[in-house]
């Protein structure tokens, strides 16, 4: 029987530390983590390998229920299939936790992770619509909505190409110019 925590940001340059040290705190012997991965997403790889991993009498273990997923018919079905395979959950902000061997957390657990659930999901279609909107209004008064544009001139761009000529790994020169990983391979996959 393991105790097996989960974390996920949105956001590759999120900050999963707090997460993870309160799953520690709880007792997790290995924690998944999925990064810069939306809670929408029904497959994420790291979730997918930890629930392949489970198994009758483990415990999931997450530090709210929206890190497990914003798609309240998803999260739904994942706690049914729990329940199904003898899988222990408890999401530690949320004061929910289930025990499917001894009914602990049963139809009052079930409303609350179907309330909360529900309220993630609405938070996040809130966001969506709100960007859309954004979006629309921006290009109605023509400007260009998003990420500004960055080029090969952009001095994060230059000082990146020069880091890599010096040897330094992506991770250490994201490090370095303040950038996640993932940007600095955008930046050097720009022609200097």
């Not at 991965?37 to 273990?61: C, H």
């Not at 997450?62 to 998803?74: A, E, I, Q, Y």
């Not at 008064?141 to 544009?149: H, L, Q, T």
Request: proline letters at 2%; charged letters at 30%.
């Amino acid at each position: 029987m393991a105790r097996l925590g989960y974390v996920r940001v949105s956001l590759a340059d999120q900050n999963t530390d707090l997460q993870i040290r309160e799953l520690e705190a709880a007792g997790c012997e290995r924690i998944y983590k999925d990064q810069g991965i939306s809670g929408t997403r029904v497959s994420r790889p790291e979730l997918d390998r930890m629930l392949d991993r489970l198994g009758a009498g483990d415990e999931v273990v997450v530090w709210k229920l929206d890190r497990l997923g914003r798609n309240t018919r998803h999260l739904l079905e994942l706690l049914d299939d729990f329940k199904v395979r003898g899988i222990k959950f408890r999401s530690l902000r949320d004061g929910i936790a289930t025990d499917p061997a001894s009914e602990v957390g049963g139809a009052m657990a079930q409303a609350m992770v179907t309330i909360i659930s529900a309220f993630a999901q609405r938070e996040r279609d809130q966001l969506s619509e709100r960007t859309k909107a954004g979006m629309a209004a921006a290009a109605a008064n023509g400007r260009k909505a998003g990420r500004r544009e960055v080029t090969t001139d952009h001095e994060k761009v230059k000082r990146a190409h020069e880091l890599k000529a010096r040897g330094l790994k992506p991770t250490d020169i994201g490090k370095i110019i303040g950038a996640s990983r993932a940007t600095v391979y955008r930046y050097l996959g720009m022609e200097s």
